[in-house]
């Protein structure tokens, strides 16, 4: 397919997940904010564990998520996760109950 279309297969692959991400951005944010308050943690200190660090996660890991400054913070500061970050969470337009999403308060 890419060959055909004289596209790279890098290239490719980046369009798929990307499309992906911004599909089911609603239901990633949503699971953010359902692990956010599992945990007892801001939105932006789970959203900084889950890209941080790998699972199974310890006390500490939770501990240290809690001492993260903001996002914003980590922006002027340079930090790349690797992936796009925003200080807060995309809104979503589905009147969902406040259990189901995570609205990044503590």
């Given at each position: 397919?890419?060959?055909?279309?004289g596209?790279?297969?890098?290239a490719?692959?980046?369009?798929?997940?990307?499309?992906h991400?911004?599909?089911?951005?609603?239901?990633?944010?949503?699971r953010?904010?359902?692990?956010?308050?599992?945990?007892?943690l801001?939105?932006?200190?789970?959203?900084?564990?889950?890209?941080?660090?790998?699972?199974p996660?310890?006390?500490?890991?939770?501990?240290?998520?809690?001492?993260?400054?903001p996002?914003?913070?980590?922006?002027?500061?340079?930090?790349?996760?690797g992936?796009e970050?925003t200080?807060?969470?995309?809104?979503?337009?589905?009147?969902?109950?406040?259990?189901?999403?995570?609205?990044?308060?503590?």
């Amino acid at each position: 397919m890419c060959n055909l279309r004289g596209v790279a297969l890098r290239a490719k692959v980046g369009e798929i997940i990307s499309g992906h991400f911004v599909r089911f951005k609603p239901l990633y944010v949503k699971r953010v904010g359902y692990f956010a308050r599992k945990y007892e943690l801001s939105w932006e200190a789970a959203y900084i564990l889950l890209v941080s660090r790998d699972p199974p996660y310890k006390d500490e890991d939770f501990a240290w998520a809690r001492e993260q400054p903001p996002l914003a913070l980590l922006e002027e500061q340079g930090t790349n996760f690797g992936c796009e970050v925003t200080a807060n969470p995309p809104k979503t337009d589905l009147k969902e109950k406040s259990d189901d999403i995570g609205t990044g308060e503590t």
